[in-house]
């Protein structure tokens, strides 16, 4: 009898362990890419109170951990410098069940989040018309064969409801047609890290066209806060706009496309997004700045650097968005950000600018110089004082050396029309005349006798033209 009793006992126990199958979450899959020389978060599900081991290739230590009551789990592993070519293996229970992750890189890890400029692929969309494809994407992507560059994009989806565990999505290895069908901004990237510091790159794209700052913040950020009540009538879920554009309820982004990559080690972020907060960009440095504060408490990284862009100018979009989002930089509202300005390459018909090479070269010099220490300049000129003799005012900048202007023909030049003016105490504004003295610039107009106000790339639509010995553009600026 107890002979019966104890192999049905482990029948039993068999059976149990039959079913305790681990399942991983989809950006933890053949050909990811860890951070290096981090203590990397790997998580996923199974049975409740089940043992989960981990080993990987480049360490002879197994890993331990149980599935909770819930059947979730997670852990952190050590990861060494750059490698290339590592596997992991996950074993569920006893039941000697396992996963095999392969074609694993180890070195530099980013996540590219934003809206449709963030989204905008290399070559034209066959479906999505207004991505007409980037400048020169032919030649850009014609040798895109980078092995250890690896690429992870999250799916457009959304929900309204709460946050989900999983996404859509899956890394794949840098070929030419990769890379055409890649986010342009985030390829090209990828690959200025990449062949600078030759090292593995990955780079997670979750970005959503048309989408709101809001949309990408969990609710419960939100729903307390007056800051939110604007967008919470304007764009509930049973809203006609909504209905039409579902993914701008609030928190619809986090819930579906967010959510599931919470806490995937990554180096830094680089974000491009604020076009859809423009008309009302009043709200947007808190609304960004609460975005950003829950995201790292959430990521639980001792630092999570933000990059990002300023909006380019476009026909129709309020000009104002642009001084907002340089105000959470400007006035250290946020620790471990910088900003890059596309001010020089909108489009005035097209809120998505083709040209993508230089918005993604200018978001990697921030990474380059302040998470990599390499000596290049990644700051365009920044105002610094106005003063005044006589009829004309005197601009000095930070990051002003070898000051110039591009004039209407494309030249260089030390004098012309700068797109930028000048105003005395009534208030009216004229284009300036301007030269460039001594590192500074120079402005004066014949009906402005004081000047005491002076505006530079501060309308709806403007071109940028005033840049630094490393062509790099100055930041637009009003001083009053």
């Excluded at 020169?136 to 989806?157: G, M, Q, R, T």
């Excluded at 913040?217 to 879920?237: A, C, F, G, H, Q």
């Excluded at 579906?256 to 972020?269: R, S």
């Amino acid at each position: 009898m107890k002979r019966i009793l104890l192999a049905a006992l482990l029948v039993l126990i068999s059976a149990v362990y039959s079913d305790a199958k681990v399942t991983l979450p989809s950006i933890i899959s053949d050909n990811m890419v860890l951070q290096q020389r981090s203590n990397v978060k790997i998580w996923g599900w199974s049975d409740p109170d089940n043992i989960i081991t981990i080993y990987v290739s480049w360490s002879k230590k197994p890993y331990t951990t149980y599935s909770g009551p819930d059947g979730k789990w997670s852990l952190h592993i050590k990861t060494p410098g750059e490698s290339v070519g590592e596997k992991m293996k996950i074993l569920s229970g006893s039941t000697g069940e396992e996963i095999e992750i392969s074609n694993i890189l180890i070195g530099e890890v980013w996540l590219a989040s934003g809206q449709s400029n963030m989204e905008f692929e290399m070559k034209p969309h066959p479906v999505d018309k207004w991505m007409t494809g980037m400048h020169e994407w032919e030649k850009e992507s014609e040798d895109a064969n980078y092995p250890y560059i690896h690429l992870f994009k999250v799916e457009e989806d959304y929900n309204h409801n709460a946050p989900q565990e999983n996404c859509k999505g899956k890394w794949m290895v840098c070929t030419p047609e990769v890379a055409r069908n890649c986010s342009a901004i985030a390829f090209l990237f990828a690959r200025e890290l990449h062949t600078t510091l030759d090292t593995p790159v990955g780079v997670i794209l979750c970005a959503f066209g048309g989408t709101h700052a809001e949309s990408w913040t969990r609710s419960s950020i939100m729903e307390n806060d007056s800051l939110y009540n604007k967008v919470y009538k304007s764009y509930s879920p049973d809203s006609d706009v909504c209905k039409k554009y579902p993914h701008k309820v609030p928190a619809a982004i986090w819930n579906a496309m967010v959510n599931p990559i919470v806490g995937y080690t990554i180096k830094g972020n680089i974000w491009y997004q604020a076009e859809s907060n423009a008309w009302r960009a009043g709200d947007y440095p808190q609304i960004f700045v609460n975005m950003v504060n829950d995201w790292r408490s959430l990521w639980g990284q001792k630092r999570l650097p933000f990059y990002f862009m300023q909006v380019a100018p476009f026909g129709t979009m309020p000009g104002i968005i642009r001084e907002k989002q340089a105000m959470v930089w400007e006035r250290k509202m946020l620790p471990d950000i910088g900003m890059a300005t596309a001010i020089d390459v909108g489009d005035s018909l097209d809120i998505h600018p083709k040209n993508k090479i230089i918005p993604a070269h200018r978001l990697a010099l921030w990474a380059l110089a302040k998470e990599y220490g390499k000596k290049v300049a990644y700051c365009g000129p920044q105002f610094k004082r106005m003063t005044v003799k006589g009829k004309k005012a005197i601009i000095e900048f930070r990051n002003g050396e070898g000051l110039y202007i591009i004039d209407k023909n494309g030249q260089k030049c030390t004098s012309g029309a700068a797109y930028i003016h000048i105003a005395g105490p009534d208030g009216i504004f004229y284009p300036a005349h301007s030269a460039i003295e001594d590192n500074a610039l120079v402005l004066w107009h014949p009906d402005v006798e004081t000047p005491t106000s002076v505006k530079y790339c501060t309308e709806d639509y403007c071109k940028g033209n005033i840049y630094n010995g490393h062509n790099l553009p100055a930041y637009p600026f009003r001083k009053e």
